[in-house]
C-alpha cells in the first residue's frame, strides 16, 4: 500500500471521526492524541517522507516529537493486542478508501 500524507490524513481522520485540522492541531484530547499517534505510525511506515516533513504536515511539529510519537506507538502495539487489531481494521479502511490497490 503506497500512500500520501494526505491521503493518510483524511483516511485516518476519516475512520476516527475527527477532523484532519484535530490531527494536526495541539489538541490534546483522548481520541485526538490516538487518530495522531496512528497517524504519524502510518505515515512512518507507509510512505518515504523523513521525520522533518512529516512533523510540517502534522501541525509543524519537529522530528524528534515524530520519532517519540512513533516509538510509543510502537511500544503500544507490541503489548496491547487491541491497538492490533484497529490499526489492522484502520489499514483496511485506508486500503478500501484507495480503491483495493496494494
Not at 490524513?9 to 476519516?14: C, E, P
Not at 496512528?38 to 522533518?52: D, E, I, P
Request: hydrophobic share 35%.
Amino acid at each position: 500500500m503506497s500512500l500520501t500524507l494526505h491521503q493518510i490524513l483524511q483516511g485516518v481522520a476519516d475512520y476516527e471521526r475527527v477532523t484532519v485540522e484535530q490531527l494536526a492541531s495541539r489538541d490534546y484530547g483522548r481520541l485526538a492524541c490516538r487518530a495522531r499517534s496512528r497517524a504519524l505510525w502510518l505515515a512512518r511506515q507507509l510512505t518515504r517522507c523523513s521525520s522533518t516533513r512529516i512533523g510540517q504536515v502534522f501541525g509543524g511539529r519537529d522530528h524528534g516529537t515524530v520519532l517519540r510519537v512513533v516509538a510509543r506507538f510502537q511500544e503500544r502495539l507490541a503489548t496491547d493486542p487491541s491497538e492490533r487489531e484497529q490499526l489492522q481494521s484502520l489499514m483496511r479502511h485506508l486500503d478500501a478508501r484507495q480503491g483495493g490497490r496494494a
